[in-house]
């Protein structure tokens, strides 16, 4: 049993460093000396030490939209080292296979499977469902469990957009609409809007601006998103119907008269969302599985071993691999100890 383990663990690992292990040639989403840096997404925790990587990895293994989402973010990866992927397509490196599955996170987000003759092993990355691909019956699947205790639940989650357009809606009555989150997020919130039928203008910051360009740039139906503090933007401002979106860590900072403020997290469990002050709105919005979730896919993909990512998911990942063990009888553990 023993030696099953170590033999599982060489397939897939998490360095202390927060690089997921798998297979021969692939580091991903933290540095290791792997011939393969691979990111799944451009959220913060999940391109650490990429700097190093572009160093010293022969590849940077990303989709076309995360490696164009990186470059807007300041990233310079050299061209010969730039590996573009398609979800749901394949690439042969050695003697293994790696394949880019369906993940429902933020744009551009993937997750990861390598196969080789003897193993098959994969990385969900983060990801909620539904939407998500289920990787089945692997030797080894290393989960993000984020909401890894059992109350940790959303039971609105699959409501949530519904209720979030209808709070953006009321708030355009009243005047400007200011939402405040995570990168990718905001994304995802000004995605949603258009697909709800909402054609008020969107500013942003530079940053957020960018990436909402490079989104359009791959079709998906922002405009009109304008630049703040640019002559279009403040002749749009004048009229009071906009929704600014901004990065959660300005949200103490601006201060707006007259306009609704919402505050996007993915921690808040008791109710869908509340109102803090006469025009702030808290929404429990995540682009994460909450605990029920990730019962469901571990269920689903029953893999001979599971690694949970304590490195990212801390005492909770801990949690979850006890809760994995215990109550749906499949060998897990929480990566890395110390
Ligand atoms: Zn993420």
Known sequence: MLEQLKKLLRLANISDKGAILLGENFAIDGPAQ??????????????????????YSAFILATPLTHDLLKAMGYRIPPSKELRLEVGSKIKIGNEMLV???????PGSVQVEVEADEYCVGYTSDFKLPGTYIMRDLDVLVIDATYGYEEWNRPWQEEIEELLVDIVIDGLVRGPVHIFG????????????????LDVPFIAPKRVYDMARVLIGYGYNLDPVLLENTREANEVMKDNWYVFFEHTSRSTRVKC?????????????????????????????????DFRQL??????????????????????????AEYVRRKLGIPALALPTT
């Not at 995570?182 to 039928?197: D, F, N, P, S, T």
């Open 257 to 289: 008269h007259n306009c609704t403020r919402i505050l996007l997290t993915g921690w808040e469990f008791k109710e869908p969302f509340r109102k803090v002050d006469r025009n702030t709105w808290i929404v429990s919005f995540s682009d994460h599985a």
């Open 295 to 320: 019962v469901e896919y571990v269920k689903e993909a029953h893999p001979k071993l599971l690694i949970v990512d304590r490195f990212r998911g801390g005492n909770a990942a801990s949690y979850f």
């Open 182 to 197: 995570y990168h990718g997020k905001l994304q995802e919130v000004m995605i949603l809007l258009r697909e709800r039928g």
């Open 100 to 106: 880019f599955h369906k993940a429902n996170h933020i």
């Open 34 to 55: 792997r011939l393969v840096r691979v990111v799944t997404h451009i959220h913060a925790d999940h391109i650490i030490g990429l700097e190093n990587s572009i160093r």
